[in-house]
């Protein structure tokens, strides 16, 4: 398993103590991750303007070490990355050599396109746009191999729009990878066993019963001989 602990010498971007941070509006923080033999530096932007997109959350870190511990193959891949946050998962799908598209609302790119600059070599392939569920997925193709997200699954006004914006993105044969935390206030237990299993073929590839975070793998139903 992946060594995924917070580098002991990451601290807030700040000259004061950690607790200063709890009287202004902002601050930075960046931490060092373990991944397939990356070393990844991702700076989290804390404060009310990001909300929960600024950090990084125990699903995304679950879902980079199935992705290790599984041998998860992203060479020559397309893959996509929905509310990607931080965007450590599709960073590291992009390190593995996929074909990476991160995305989040407008807010959260230039955190992404930060993190994306510190951790992925010139030349490789990732971009970072911007993706309203259920309003703009259509511009993006319809076509990927591998759909990925993190703790996207907690807004029930949302879930409508999301299974629309998976069922365009993921291709035919592609595969979709969601990791969250199973939070019974939020309906996320719903979603997994009644509103996605409508639309997908889904498995449960891991259970995480410390931290409460399982991981879906689901892909389309094949259509029913006539």
Excluded at 72 to 86: M, N, Q, S, W
Aim: hydrophobic share 35%.
């Amino acid at each position: 398993m992946a060594n995924c602990r917070r580098d002991p010498e990451s601290e807030p971007e700040s000259v004061f103590p950690r607790e200063v941070g709890l009287f202004s509006d902002s601050y930075s923080e960046k931490s060092r991750f373990y991944f397939c033999g990356h070393v990844l530096s991702i700076t989290q932007n804390f404060g009310s303007h990001l909300g929960v997109a600024a950090g990084v959350w125990d699903s995304a870190l679950s879902l980079c070490n199935y992705f290790e511990s599984q041998n998860v193959d992203f060479r020559g891949k397309k893959v996509i990355e929905l509310g990607a946050g931080t965007g450590i998962v599709g960073i590291l799908a992009a390190l593995q050599g996929g074909d990476v598209t991160i995305t989040d609302l407008p807010m959260a790119l230039e955190q992404i396109q930060g993190n994306v600059q510190a951790n992925v070599p010139a030349g490789g392939r990732v971009q970072v746009r911007a993706l309203s569920w259920g309003i703009d997925q259509y511009v993006f193709p319809g076509d990927y191999d591998l759909v990925l997200g993190t703790d996207i699954v907690y807004m029930e006004p949302t879930f409508p729009l999301l299974l629309g914006t998976l069922q365009h993105l993921c291709g035919h044969h592609g595969t979709i990878y969601l990791a969250s935390k199973m939070r019974e206030e939020h309906g996320t237990a719903n979603f997994f066993q009644h509103l996605l299993p409508q639309h997908f073929q889904l498995e449960l590839a891991q259970r995480d019963e410390d931290k409460n975070v399982n991981i879906y793998r689901a892909r389309h139903r094949e259509p029913r001989p006539a």
